[in-house]
């Protein structure tokens, strides 16, 4: 299939892509992380109980050790976090192949426009680019090629996808040193990165109203 | 253009979940292993440089009044330094100041949103703003644009958290 049929097509999303969606949703908000009482089998819905936590020593201290310092301790640490991130990538593939992407691509193609004044046909792009840089900006390039999207708002894509790029797929591959320790659930994080995201592409679609006029003067000349 | 990918491209031969899985599984242990190790290593090293050199000590009075907007010590700009280079590598020296005591949780968890937004600043530059081709002119914007975002997003992230009396 070439891209342009890609963007041009509708995704076709069974019941089994919404339920995707759905579990996704569930696993990353952290909203099932501390049900306790009749409720307690729904904490399996949460990312960091099925993570699970390591064994420690009768001080408390997992093998990591503790006082550590330089390369050797930055070594110790990755090792920590290397079976989230396994277990991360393994689930979030078999969402895709259940058809998360597709059905979120309908979920959320409809706000581009208001929210970063791009049309519909940038919604494979922006579900890309959730997950992986490289595809949406070829995506993107590809769009603008075909004359789906005029030069300005590629800027204004462009300017979404680079700051805080692949929020889902960078959150669990890059963050996973900080996941076990920060204040809110994984998925809040994500969705705050997203709205910083998207307010940075607004104050470039702003510029470039308000510049445009006196762009297209220039070129006259 | 064959090369992009679709999430549609449906497998050919009906695939187990548990094969789906452990492809997926493979690429994890790759990340895990070919993307976070050498960044969270580089990370660690930077911290354990400026710490024993004394420049951590420096940074940390010369910074205090920018970071202390943020709700965070001066030693915190050490994560943004690291961020800008790789992503995984401020989240490194993030959680290695949190290790030593010098960050607490909810500064953390305000840390990681330069570590997001401005993070892998170079290397994405070439992987997104050049392979989409978009307009050179605008450089400057948009290497502006995540720095803004971190900014605005570690004081969000700090009024949320003082919302929930974390802070």
């Not at chain 2, 700009?77 to 995984?88: D, E, G």
Request: hydrophobic share 55%.
């Amino acid at each position: 299939m070439s891209t342009e049929q890609a963007i041009k097509e509708k995704p076709v999303v069974t019941w089994k892509g919404w339920l995707a969606l759905l579990i996704m949703c569930c696993m990353f908000s952290g909203v099932f992380k501390n049900f306790e009482g009749p409720l307690k089998p729904l904490n399996i819905l949460d990312f960091n109980t099925l993570v699970g936590t390591f064994g420690v020593d009768a001080d408390g201290v997992n093998f990591q050790g503790k006082g550590g310092t330089g390369a050797r301790d930055g070594f110790m640490f990755t090792i920590t976090l290397v079976p989230g991130c396994i277990f991360a990538m393994g689930f979030l593939e078999v969402l895709t192949r259940m058809g998360c992407m597709e059905a979120a691509q309908i979920a959320f193609t409809p706000i581009l426009k208001p929210i970063l004044g791009i049309p519909g046909a940038c919604g494979l792009a922006f579900i890309n680019a959730l997950n992986s840089s490289d595809i949406a900006a070829i995506l993107t390039k590809q769009l603008y090629d075909d004359g789906l999207i005029t030069d300005d708002e590629r800027s204004v894509f462009v300017a979404y996808q680079y700051a805080g790029s692949a929020p889902i797929g960078n959150m669990i591959g890059t963050q996973a040193a900080l996941l076990p320790i920060i204040s809110l659930a994984m998925g809040p994080m994500i969705l705050l990165i997203i709205l910083c995201k998207i307010f940075g592409a607004n104050l470039l679609r702003i510029y470039l109203k308000m510049t445009k006029s006196k762009r297209a003067a220039k070129e006259a000349k | 253009m064959s090369t992009a990918k679709t999430p549609a491209a449906a497998p050919a031969k009906k695939e187990n979940f548990i094969d789906v899985f452990v492809i997926g599984a493979r690429k994890g242990l790759s990340v895990g292993f070919n993307t976070i190790m050498p960044a969270m290593v580089m990370g660690y090293v930077l911290v354990q440089a400026l710490k024993v050199s004394g420049i951590m000590d420096v940074l940390a009075v010369i910074c205090a009044p920018i970071m202390g907007l943020f709700g965070l010590p001066g030693e915190a700009f050490a994560v943004l330094i690291s961020a800008f280079f790789a992503k995984a590598a401020g989240a490194g020296a993030a959680a290695n100041l949190y290790t030593a005591g010098v960050i607490t949780a909810p500064q953390a968890t305000i840390l990681l949103m330069p570590c997001m937004l401005m993070g892998t600043l170079i290397g994405h530059y070439a992987r997104i703003v050049l392979v989409s081709e978009a307009n050179p002119k605008l450089t400057p914007i948009f290497f502006a644009i995540p720095l803004i975002d971190a900014a605005v997003g570690m004081i969000l992230v700090r009024l949320i958290l003082t919302f929930m009396g974390l802070m």
